[in-house]
């Protein structure tokens, strides 16, 4: 009988990670001598708006998902409940070998704690169907527990049996919350095999002309910003004075802010709609060159990498982002005071500024008087991360003991 992985995206920030994991599926049932893995794919519905969502299952060629739980939009608790409740009867049915989670959204945590405990749901407790939990990009920590996101690592990592890690300082951080140490695995970074997989198809898009930031072949420096963190955008005060900051940072270069709809929302409620020239409403011509904060909706994948990959700097509060940029390298600026991807700031070009604009401001300026660098990437981050999971995913399912990655890897070939 195959193996069967079934794998759980809900939020943008999910889509690219299962993508990798999807290709190196696809892979290893390509090679005729190794049994077959059967794969699901569920769709939460955490993210739902086409350019949240099915944007990046079209950039991404990701397969349309086997069962859509179409769970949206809520309360954190709300939320999660909903698609434990979902979630359980699809792994009721389906019985998967293992199930696969990623990153650290609510999606992730609700399929996690239902992974863990359906075996016991209704009728008699079934002891022989317990999938096993993998847990994709697992141990990163901002010790910042008014973070929902640091809740969701916290609880996935406690119960998953296979935890695959993106850095060192995950493996550290595991270690020392007792996790045993045959259940990490060091792979690398999902995340970055996508992008090195796309980063050529992404120079076909034509955003920069869309945006009117190429002129014939010569591209004109811009910052992007992204914006969205409960603590940046939620509170009026504090979103205007970042904004405000941002004012200073558009006399040097104008900003495309493609603005999530939870920022969206934010900015029509505290009536902040004069900092931006707004594509929402103006559709993208033409634009007022003496605005210089270009809201425009959420771009798709191949779009935003694009985007970044031309950019003189990007400002954000993103998780993934800071890893991007890392491998572009592209200055990232991130508004926020503490990181749980910390190997960005020792092998990338991110640096933390909080919220304060004087702070943003010099950050900006610093980045202004200094040259380009491509520093080298993080170990592991080659491209291959997800065929290593696979890897050891396939091994157990044949009942072999799985053999981790080396915790020192030979240094990762130049990009
Ligand atoms: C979620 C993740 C966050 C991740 C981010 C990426 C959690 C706790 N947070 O935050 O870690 O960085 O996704 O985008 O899981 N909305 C729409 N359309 C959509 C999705 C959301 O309009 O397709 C609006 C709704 O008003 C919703 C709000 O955005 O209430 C927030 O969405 P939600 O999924 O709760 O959290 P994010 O802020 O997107």
Redesign the pocket.
């Known amino acids: 009988m195959a193996y069967k992985i079934l794998s759980v995206v ?4 999910n889509f690219m990670k299962v993508a990798a994991v999807c290709e190196a599926i696809k892979d290893y049932n390509s090679n005729g001598d190794a049994p077959r893995v059967e794969h699901i794919l569920v769709h939460t519905g ?4 086409a350019n ?2 099915d944007l990046f299952f079209n950039d991404l060629e990701l397969p349309k998902p086997d069962l859509f739980l179409g769970v949206g ?2 309360s ?1 608790s709300a ?1 999660i409940a909903r698609v434990m409740e979902r979630f359980e009867r699809v792994l009721l049915a389906e019985k998967p070998d293992v199930v696969v989670v990623v ?6 945590v609700a399929c996690a704690l239902v992974t863990k405990k359906t075996w016991c749901s209704g009728g008699p407790c079934d002891r022989d169907f317990i999938p096993k939990l993998a847990h994709v990009e697992a141990g990163l920590r901002s010790f910042d527990p008014t973070m ?2 640091e809740i ?1 690592r916290i609880v996935t990592d406690s119960i998953a049996d296979y935890l695959f890690t993106t850095e060192e300082s995950a493996n550290e951080n595991l270690g020392a919350e007792g996790i045993p140490e045959n259940k990490i695995h060091f792979v690398g970074n999902v995340m970055i095999d996508t992008l090195l997989r796309y980063r050529s198809k992404a120079t076909e898009s034509a955003i920069l002309t869309d945006l009117q930031l190429d002129e014939g072949g010569q591209v004109r420096p811009y910052a992007i910003l992204t914006l ?3 603590t940046n955008v939620d509170d009026a005060r504090t979103f205007s004075r970042i904004i405000q900051s941002f004012l200073d940072v558009s006399r040097h270069m104008q900003i495309i802010f493609p603005a ?3 920022t969206l ?1 934010q900015i029509q409620q505290a009536d902040l709609g004069d900092y931006f020239v707004d594509h929402f409403m103006d559709g993208p011509e033409p634009w007022d060159s003496r605005v210089r904060i270009r809201l425009i909706p959420p771009l798709g994948y191949l779009d935003f990498l694009q985007l970044m990959s031309h950019a003189r700097v990007v400002l954000t509060d ?3 982002i800071q890893e991007e940029t890392t491998i572009l390298g592209v200055p990232c600026i991130t508004l926020r005071n503490v990181t749980e991807r910390p190997v960005t700031l020792t092998h990338g070009t991110n640096v933390l500024v909080g919220a304060d604009p004087e702070t943003i401001i010099r950050a900006f300026t610093r980045v202004l008087q200094s040259s380009a660098r491509l520093p080298a990437p993080p170990p592991l981050w080659d491209g291959n991360a997800a065929k290593r999971i696979v890897q050891i995913l396939a091994q157990a399912g044949e009942s072999v003991s799985p053999q981790p990655v080396p915790r020192q890897p030979a240094p990762p070939p130049a990009i």
């Open positions: 809900g939020a943008r920030p955490q993210h739902y708006d949240m969502s939009s809520s954190h939320q990153g650290d959204v609510n999606s992730t929902p996101e969701n969205h963190r409960p999530h709809p939870r929302k993103s998780g993934g």
